[in-house]
């Protein structure tokens, strides 16, 4: 039995009787009297038992966008139902009026909505259905709680597909649908044209030239088909906090843009999530179910405080790449992470693939180097210049083993790898 705010107001109503008649019996006649009417108001009110609940929820929604869990509260007892209901979810759900007041007769049935605005990745589990009746004076009352499971996947944002369009066009002139041709070395021949004044020599096709009297040049478009494999680093370095959020959460939206771009080129796409061991994988899918199955993947991917197993990554990059692949490391450029790791086994990916590095740039840390207020910020200053350095060192030894390096701030590394792949594309580097 539970009591409402009546119930307090009813035992209030007992003190100016107290004050006229102060017997000793008259607190404990009034006593007896309000747990009567409690006990009497309980006994008559709807059992929370005798109620049937539905929960309907969608199967997944895109991080910070609504979603509508659904309760549908039908009355099975014989007494009428005045209740408040609450629908329970995690904190990260951020539940938005999740207590609803219901008023069912016998055999009748209310839909209650509650508004989720999901502020996490990952499944959220929908917690017990907490029913709490009232009888009829209002002063108390019966509550119970019912497992009614529901799941909700929040899947990543992907707040970076607002680049997709201006790389989609850039896309297609290189793919020859657009009135541009892409001049020089590509990788597969497209046509024949007379060549204008900057065009290059080298691109002459002199038989044809011979046969036409004229000179003309060949063009060429990216070829299709392509491999790409998008390593996606969940280990410690990716649990760090640039701007208020986690990096891996930067190189998410890298990933799914990269993905985005690349599925739309023709160019088969598959994605790992990696620390020590598989976190997540994608692979085998295209056309409309690349993009949600990737979604779907990367939903439940979240840092681990472990060390990165990089000899377990080009194992496991060798093994489903047996073709010449562009291979994005989507992973942090620590000096100390690198060299003990990534530095050592590198050359085994670009013997056979083309490596690129992409990694969130920290723009704090960079703040730093201009502080000169006083001696704590001038020693800052210097550890955030010798940082810079220690980064710019090992980017250069990995240059020198063949990969290509990308550091951007966390809004800018979508874009900026979707570029980086654009431009080996023309060139005919894939």
Same mark, same amino acid.
């Given at each position: ?32 009297? !309000? ?144 009135? !541009? ?131 377990? !990554? ?117």
């Amino acid at each position: 039995m539970i009591f409402t705010w009546r119930a307090v107001v009813l035992a209030a109503l007992g003190v100016p009787v107290v004050l006229v008649l102060p017997a000793a019996g008259t607190v404990l006649a009034w006593t007896l009297v !309000v747990a009567a009417v409690c006990v009497v108001d309980a006994v008559l009110a709807a059992s929370p038992r005798q109620v049937a609940v539905e929960r309907d929820v969608p199967v997944s929604v895109r991080l910070t966008e609504p979603a509508d869990s659904t309760l549908v509260v039908t009355n099975v007892g014989t007494r009428r139902l005045r209740a408040v209901v609450r629908d329970a979810w995690p904190p990260s759900a951020s539940a938005r009026t999740d207590r609803h007041t219901v008023d069912v007769p016998p055999g009748d049935g209310r839909r209650l909505r509650t508004t989720l605005v999901p502020t996490r990745r990952g499944d959220a589990h929908a917690d017990r259905v907490t029913i709490r009746t009232a009888g009829p004076l209002g002063v108390s009352g019966r509550q119970a709680s019912l497992t009614v499971p529901g799941r909700l996947r929040v899947l990543p944002e992907f707040a970076s597909r607002r680049h997709l369009p201006s790389r989609l066009a850039r896309l297609r002139e290189l793919d020859g649908r657009a009135a !541009v041709q892409v001049r020089g070395p590509g990788t597969e021949f497209d046509s024949l044209r007379e060549y204008v004044i900057g065009d290059d020599v080298r691109a002459i096709d002199w038989r044809a030239t011979a046969r036409r009297g004229d000179v003309v040049v060949r063009t060429w478009r990216p070829e299709r088909d392509r491999r790409v494999m998008i390593v996606l680093d969940a280990a410690r370095t990716s649990a760090v906090r640039v701007l208020d959020a986690p990096r891996i959460d930067a190189s998410i939206e890298a990933a799914l843009l990269l993905a985005a771009l690349a599925g739309r080129a023709g160019d088969r796409v598959e994605l790992l999530a990696f620390d020590r061991r598989v976190r997540a994988r994608a692979a085998g899918v295209s056309g409309a179910r690349l993009m949600p199955a990737l979604a779907d993947a990367l939903a439940n991917v979240h840092p681990e405080l472990v060390e990165t197993d990089w000899s377990g !990554v080009v194992g496991e990059v060798r093994r489903r790449m047996s073709q010449r692949a562009l291979v994005v490391l989507l992973t942090a450029l620590e000096p100390a992470a690198v060299e003990q790791g990534l530095l050592g086994v590198v050359g085994q990916l670009t013997e056979r693939h083309q490596v690129v590095l992409a990694s969130v740039q920290d723009p704090e840390v960079d703040a730093l180097r201009t502080g000169r207020a006083d001696a704590a910020a001038v020693f800052d200053a210097a550890a955030a210049e010798r940082a810079g350095l220690e980064r710019a060192a090992v980017a250069q030894r990995l240059r020198q083993r063949g990969v290509e390096v990308l550091e951007a701030l966390p809004d800018e590394l979508a874009p900026r790898l979707a570029d980086t792949y654009l431009a080996l594309k023309a060139a005919g580097r894939l």
